[in-house]
């Protein structure tokens, strides 16, 4: 089975401010595709961007970029011009055919 | 964008009975199903994939008899919680994909609460 890692349980950012959220993954595939998921206290799961492992642009929506290093299987997101309502918990996940998962989530906190 | 909507939205069941929880999409043809749990603060943890007419594929430490996953149709799958105990009370979210490359879109989730 396929793991996912995300090393930061909370990160903390200034309304305005950018901040960075950490995932790596482990795969012997070379076709996958890569997301970063936003979960409210709605609990409702938001996408918010997402990679084909094939590209090698990173994909970028708006305020949110990501990095992918496929080499070193890393994939991290960027939130810029950090806003009030992007406080959540973020989900790495990667995806393979029927093989979805998950890391285990960072909890951004955005202060005023 | 696309809807999947899952039913009901919370739950509370007496030990011992069976709960059903639905999954549907609302506008596509849902080729894959995820089932997932996720405990309080925890992640979402995958419990099976479904294809819609085939069995099921339930990950290791799943009880197949007691999670039971039916996909009878392209906008349908259900999760029904078998003579449920105190210890499956969580939240369960189903999302939908319309194909294998495909981004999965998520249900609202459902909380089960066995007293």
């Known amino acids: 089975a396929q793991t996912v890692t995300q090393s930061q349980p909370e990160m903390s950012v200034q309304e305005a401010e950018t901040v960075t959220l950490s995932c790596t993954y482990d795969?012997?595939?070379?076709?996958?595709?890569l997301f970063w998921y936003k979960q409210p206290p709605s609990r409702q799961m938001i996408l918010v961007i997402r990679q084909e492992a094939y590209k090698q642009q990173n994909a970028t929506e708006n305020r949110f970029s990501v990095n992918f290093q496929k080499a070193a299987k890393s994939f991290s997101l960027k939130i810029s011009d950090s806003q009030l309502g992007d406080a959540a918990m973020y989900f790495c996940a990667y995806r393979r055919d029927n093989d979805m998962r998950f890391g285990a989530g960072t909890r951004l906190t955005v202060k005023p | 964008g696309a809807v999947v909507s899952q039913h009901p939205s919370r739950v509370i069941c007496k030990s011992g009975t069976s709960v059903k929880i639905e999954c549907r999409s609302l506008?596509?043809?849902?080729?894959?199903m995820f089932w997932y749990r996720q405990f309080p603060k925890k992640s979402l943890m995958l419990m099976a994939t479904?294809?819609?007419?085939?069995?099921?594929?339930?990950e290791q430490g799943v009880e197949k008899d007691k999670f039971l996953i039916n996909h009878a149709s392209l906008t349908l799958s259900t999760l029904t919680v078998t003579s449920a105990h105190p210890e499956d009370s969580s939240f369960y979210i189903c999302?939908?994909?319309?194909?294998?490359?495909?981004?999965?879109?998520f249900g609202q989730g459902t909380r089960l609460t066995v007293v």
């Open positions: 506008d596509f043809q849902a080729t894959t």
């Open positions: 795969t012997s595939e070379s076709d996958y595709y």
């Open positions: 999302s939908a994909s319309p194909g294998t490359v495909e981004r999965a879109f």
């Open positions: 479904s294809n819609e007419g085939s069995k099921a594929t339930y």
